[in-house]
């Protein structure tokens, strides 16, 4: 991607961040509550922006990186792979952001805790790449992107480790609003904290597939600042 790299890094949890300034990331406090519904609206609404869309998974123990499947392979062996998904029909995630529109799609898998090991084929990957929206909060701790914001569902009480040590760096949040069902402690007062800070947060349901014009425009705008950044940076690099 022509722009998205910096050369500036930054410290964070003992690794060095690189600012990733055309880079959307989609995280969220535990799985199946909508992070993957969210990437595709906006994948869907912010056509302009030419997406990339990548999805990363990590396997626990004994389960393969190249297929997902069984495996007892070496701990040095099939450390990663990366696929592009070609079909927009399969079900997958993958599929589905291709057929919301984004020109290309990616399936990064890694063994758990090995994500470090895909990112320069990963970044090979996009290099040139227009914009890319990334479904992950584990990929936050190498990179710094343009916008960065958690899935909340009150309503689930179970918070992976990977969003809870990202919280608070996230740029929004999206409540999942689900009515009659009663909030969890945690993750409310987590919330309340980051927007006292002046954070914004925004309420979707699953009806409206997890997405409204308030966060459409808000990654519009966003981008739009970040973008200009990007020309700036590299106008002054190439001068």
């Known amino acids: ?6 050369s500036g890094v930054a410290a964070i949890k003992g690794y060095r961040l690189v600012n ?21 609206g906006l994948i869907r609404a912010l056509p302009e922006f030419n997406w990339t869309a ?3 998974t990590q396997f626990g123990h004994g389960v393969c990186s190249v297929n997902g ?8 062996e099939h450390q990663f792979s ?10 997958t995630d993958t599929a589905r952001f291709l057929a919301a529109g984004a020109k290309r799609s990616l399936w990064v898998r890694t063994k758990q805790g090995e994500l470090f090991t895909a ?3 990963l970044r090979a990957r996009i290099a040139d790449d227009e914009f890319v929206i990334v479904e992950s909060n584990s990929l936050r701790r190498f990179m710094n992107p343009a916008i960065y914001i ?19 760096l996230s740029d ?15 993750s409310t007062v987590l919330l309340a904290r980051e927007m006292e800070k002046g954070k914004p947060c925004f309420t979707v349901k699953e009806e409206d597939r997890f997405i409204c014009d308030e966060l459409v425009e808000f990654v519009r705008s966003k981008l739009a600042v970040s973008a200009d950044i990007a020309r700036s940076t590299i106008g002054r690099l190439a001068t």
């Open 150 to 168: 958690q899935v909340v569902d009150h309503s689930n009480p179970d918070f992976k480790l990977s969003a809870q040590q990202f919280f608070d």
């Open 82 to 91: 990366i696929t592009e998904e070609r079909h927009a029909n399969t079900g």
């Open 69 to 76: 499947e069984d495996c007892e392979c070496a701990v040095s």
């Open 119 to 121: 990112l320069p084929s």
């Open 1 to 6: 991607m022509r722009g998205l790299y910096s």
């Open 54 to 56: 990548a999805k990363i």
């Open 20 to 40: 990733a300034m055309k880079l959307v990331m989609i995280g969220g406090h535990t799985r199946n509550i909508g992070k993957s519904s969210v990437v595709e």
């Open 172 to 186: 929004a949040f999206i409540l999942v609003f689900r009515a009659g069902r009663a909030p969890v402690l945690a």
